[in-house]
């Protein structure tokens, strides 16, 4: 059984950095692409970052590119997303995900993700 759990968000300061975890059971990476995604109140759910987990490349969303780092550690089963010079328009509820395609690269594009995680909040506040 596929599952999905995140961890690490939190309340913090602008400015301010955090790490979220991705722990994955059910299917060992190095074969599916995760991605990161974040839904904010009122608005729509949207791709913020994209590992495949076999070759490490990434993907980046535009806004978040110079902030956010993704990476894996296989071994652990595990996807991190590291948020620094966080903003108040980060604060969202970020999910993790397994795209569709065995072996295929990533992409933010949320239609190609088969499972998720219940998420974690992240709240950027003074």
């Known amino acids: 059984q596929v599952q999905l759990v995140e961890s690490g968000g939190g309340l913090v300061q602008p400015g301010g950095s955090l790490r979220l975890s991705c722990v994955a059971s059910?299917?060992?990476?190095?074969?599916?692409?995760i991605g990161w995604f974040r839904q904010a109140p009122g608005k729509e759910r949207e791709g913020v970052s994209c590992?495949?987990?076999?070759?490490?490349?990434?993907t980046d969303a535009e806004s978040m590119k110079g902030r956010f780092a993704i990476s894996r550690d296989n071994a652990m089963n595990t996807v991190y997303l590291q948020m620094n010079s966080l903003k108040p328009e980060d604060t969202a509820l970020y999910f993790c995900?397994?795209?569709?395609?065995?072996?295929?690269?990533?992409?933010?594009?949320?239609?190609?993700?088969?499972?998720w995680g219940q998420g974690t909040q992240v709240t950027v506040s003074s």
């Open positions: 995900a397994v795209h569709r395609g065995y072996g295929s690269g990533c992409s933010l594009n949320l239609a190609e993700y088969e499972y």
């Open positions: 059910g299917f060992r990476l190095g074969y599916f692409a």
């Open positions: 590992i495949n987990t076999g070759t490490g490349i990434t």
